[in-house]
């Protein structure tokens, strides 16, 4: 929570900044391509963001350093595979990304920052993991304010993509320090220590594949979701009005990653020990009632204040869809904690109903009430998704908590990766 909350203001900070020295419509155009990149990486990350979290703690400490660069070369790869083919798609299919077709530097660039993003954002799950979560807001610490040391230099020296290259530069010096620690300090001890007791339970076999292509196709359904928000507003209301949404859409972002990374935690300690999940569920529960919900509606009221920063025309064209925004991020919440549930659960098909519902429900009232309500009715159609999957899932949720039984583990529990 720490490490979010420091990147969160940070990264009002690098916004900010961008939205004062740089004209709308290129931050608009950047903002929808840094979206697109994150959002576009994370689902050639193949879901392994969540499956180190739930399954590195299985494997035998010789193996660990194994799997995690493993995973990183499967995710780069794919990262690869899938910037290019954007590079090539997206000029043809909008408008608003033909400047991709154009620059050939910047989608060179774009295709290496797939791979580059994919294990920055790997190696903080691998952390995570190995119950090394202090270290994050260190790394995510430095990468913010990198990023904003950056962007004035960019932006006088001329540069027509500041906002992106500022963005992304940092990670070339961050990622090779942040695996030499990770590896030398935290993984080599391990290495060098008496050896591993069996490996804690996990799935295996069939129940683990299909696990996680359920568990990545939820993925990918709420990253398409956070991804095609902002692509749904440059498309049909254009660039200005993209950067005038996307400032308060990244805030709501970067809060509800409070909650999420609350709940990554909680998974890995419940896949060391799933007995104590009621316990571990119900402290994030308070956490919800104690942090978030107050939070939530706070952000809310004041709305045209938190948006100040930005200039006095993205304070006025984008508080109505804050607060819309603020209020879905209680429903998020719900909607996060039932998914981290199902997957100490190993339910797939659970995590993937839900978000698959988020998503049919998010893009197609978005593109209905985008003409009409404009920012406001892209912000609704974020809220009644999310609210409509919350109401849905609450009752198995109270169930849990008030039953006090850990979630019954899946059939066949062993883990030994090659």
């Known amino acids: ?65 194994r799997a995690i660069l493993a995973a990183y070369g499967a995710a780069a ?18 408008d608003g990304l033909g400047f991709l077709g154009d620059d050939h530097l910047l989608a060179a660039g774009f295709v290496g920052s797939m791979a580059l993003w994919a294990v920055f954002v790997l190696q903080d799950s691998a952390l995570t993991a190995m119950r090394r979560a202090t270290w994050v807001p260190l790394e995510n610490g430095l990468f913010s304010l990198a990023k904003i040391a950056l962007l004035p ?10 906002v992106f290259l500022a963005w992304m530069l940092p990670t070339l010096l961050v990622v090779p320090v942040v695996n030499a620690l990770l590896f030398a300090r935290v993984l080599g001890p391990l290495r060098r220590a008496a050896p591993q007791e069996a490996a804690a339970r996990t799935l295996a076999g069939r129940e683990l594949v299909r696990f996680m292509a359920q568990d990545y ?8 979701a956070v991804t095609l928000v902002p692509l749904i507003v440059v498309a049909r209301l254009g660039d200005a009005a993209s950067a005038h949404f996307y400032m308060p859409f990244m805030l709501i972002v970067a809060f509800d990653l409070l909650f999420y990374n609350v709940t990554t935690s909680m998974t ?39 948006l100040i920063p930005f200039g006095a025309r993205y304070a006025d064209a984008g508080a109505g869809a804050l607060r819309l925004l603020a209020l879905a991020s209680i429903a998020r919440a719900i909607v996060c904690l039932y998914v981290a549930v199902a997957r100490l659960q190993g ?25 009409s309500l404009g920012l406001r ?6 809220l009644a998704g999310n609210a409509l ?11 849990l908590l008030r039953s006090g039984k850990a979630p019954a583990p899946a059939p066949e529990q062993t883990l030994d990766l090659p």
Request: proline share 4%; aromatic share 4%; charged share 10%.
């Open 77 to 94: 790869a794919a990262g690869l595979l899938g910037g290019v083919a954007f590079v090539i798609v997206a000029p043809a299919v909008s």
């Open 389 to 399: 999957v919350a109401v849905v899932v609450a009752p198995g949720l109270v169930a």
């Open 153 to 162: 230099a960019l932006v006088a020296a001329g540069s027509t993509h500041a």
């Open 268 to 306: 890995v300690e419940g896949a060391h020990d799933e007995a104590s999940t009621p316990r571990l569920a119900a402290t994030v529960v308070r956490r919800f009632l104690t942090i978030l919900v107050p939070a939530a509606l706070v952000i809310a009221a004041a709305a045209p204040v938190l």
């Open 1 to 65: 929570m720490a490490g979010t909350a420091l990147t969160a203001l940070l990264g009002v900070v690098f916004w900010a900044i961008a939205a004062r020295s740089a004209p709308a419509a290129e931050v608009g155009r950047d903002a929808a391509l840094i979206s697109a990149l994150i959002t576009l990486s994370a689902i050639c990350q193949l879901n392994l963001v969540d499956a180190i979290v739930r399954f590195l703690p299985g494997v035998r400490h010789a193996r660990q350093g």
């Open 377 to 382: 009715g892209i912000a609704l159609a974020w």
């Open 347 to 371: 339910r797939g098909r659970a995590i993937l109903a839900a978000q698959a519902t988020v998503f049919v429900v998010v893009v197609a009232l978005a593109l209905a009430l985008a003409g």
């Open 217 to 224: 196709g939820g993925f990918v359904f709420g990253q398409a």
